[in-house]
């Protein structure tokens, strides 16, 4: 049975594996595990996942393979006679203690470490095209072949500050806070995607908790050479006012990259750069971009990294901390850093019992920033395509 046509319209950019979502009023009696979803132009079903929201319309999501600027693609939403099982081309699932791991189609990914023996969680390996890490190796590798061996506190990709409420949340020195995994409320798996929202305290050294997390990690099937992730921080003054102090020390989301990405200058070498064109350090480190790319050569060829900052996030564009290397930080707060003047400060109080979130877009992916298209696929985040849901 046919339920309704939906409409995307590509807008003023060009789309490639762009996930998109829409909401839908469906009757409860219509069976969500039956939806299917039909490109109208090529008849070839599209994997869709859908599920109930709070206000009882039905969520969707499902990824445009490819769209042309200015043009229009048509899905059929149907509810077929059987379920079609079990699907779960995104799938997260234990690997043992603190430790889930993200396959996409049967590929791994990446795995979250969250276990009591984390100081912080964090994203490691994170496999690119071909297997390949794009993440450094050592400390947890600890004899990692050619791995720099300078900043333990750099693991994979992770949150953390330097000064909440005055509580070094950032480095592993003495003295320094933690970040407690208490629960995940949600874990899914799906055809399309896969993810869980964590519930963390953010803690000093004595373990007396100052604030509270909700983190959200969206994995998305797209092929591997560009895998997708959004990836959301809430913080909560849960527990009274917190002060989000000025330094460079801190990235709510950061990287550290494998050591054949970083950076030395030479045009074959690694490199990073950002939205608005600037390149390494010298260019690009403290200064504001709406997103930053770190790439460089492997073994199996150029792959690299991009962290995109959503226009809605508090002080977009963000600062960089983003160093030759190899640390990326989206940094909002380090301001008398970056500029060199001490009277020039960042600090964010976030009042008792009162949020604050942030929103990024994770690109993995192969060859350079330009061939990765990364600014159309920031568009694909930040202007989205246009739903439209025809009746009959």
């Not at 301001?335 to 877009?361: E, I």
Request: charged share 20%; net charge negative.
């Amino acid at each position: 049975m046919e339920l309704a046509t939906l409409w995307v319209e590509a807008g003023w950019h060009r789309r490639q594996w762009c996930p998109v979502t829409t909401r839908i009023a469906l009757d409860a009696e219509v069976d969500l595990g039956r939806l299917a979803l039909v490109d109208a132009g090529s008849g070839a079903d599209a994997p869709v996942q859908a599920w109930r929201e709070t206000d009882g319309s039905v969520g969707l999501v499902w990824t445009v393979e490819a769209l042309e600027r200015h043009q229009k693609a048509a899905y059929r939403l149907l509810e077929r006679s059987e379920a079609a099982g079990d699907q779960r081309a995104v799938e997260l699932v234990e690997a043992g203690p603190g430790a889930l791991q993200v396959e996409i189609d049967g590929e791994h990914f990446t795995t979250y470490h969250y276990g009591e023996d984390v100081v912080r969680p964090y994203l490691y390996p994170v496999l690119a095209e071909g297997g390949v890490g794009i993440t450094r190796d050592w400390p947890m590798v600890p004899d990692a072949p050619g791995d720099t061996r300078d900043h333990p506190h750099h693991k994979g990709i992770y949150t953390a500050h330097g000064s909440v409420n005055g509580v070094d949340n950032w480095s592993e020195e003495p003295g320094h806070g933690r970040q407690i995994h208490r629960a995940f409320t949600r874990l899914f798996s799906g055809p399309v995607a896969g993810g869980f929202t964590e519930e963390l305290d953010w803690v000093d050294a004595q373990g007396t908790p100052n604030m509270t997390e909700t983190r959200r990690l969206t994995f998305y099937r797209t092929p591997t050479g560009l895998r997708l992730v959004d990836y959301a921080v809430t913080l909560h003054a849960s527990l009274g006012q917190v002060t989000l102090g000025d330094t460079k020390e801190g990235g709510l989301i950061s990287v550290r990259v494998a050591t054949c990405l970083d950076a030395t200058g030479e045009p074959e070498d690694g490199r990073f750069v950002n939205s608005v064109g600037s390149v390494l350090e010298d260019e690009a480190w403290g200064k504001r971009a709406s997103w930053c790319d770190y790439a460089g050569p492997t073994a199996a060829g150029w792959r690299g990294i991009c962290f995109m900052d959503h226009m809605e996030n508090p002080r977009y564009p963000t600062y960089w901390h983003v160093r030759n290397y190899g640390l990326m930080t989206a940094n909002c707060f380090g301001l008398h850093d970056f500029t060199g003047d001490t009277a020039q400060r960042a600090d964010l109080v976030v009042p008792a019992g009162q949020s604050l979130g942030w929103r990024w877009r994770v690109a993995v992916h192969t060859g350079d920033a330009d061939a990765a298209s990364l600014s159309e696929r920031y568009q694909d985040f930040v202007h989205p395509p246009q739903i439209s849901v025809q009746r009959g």
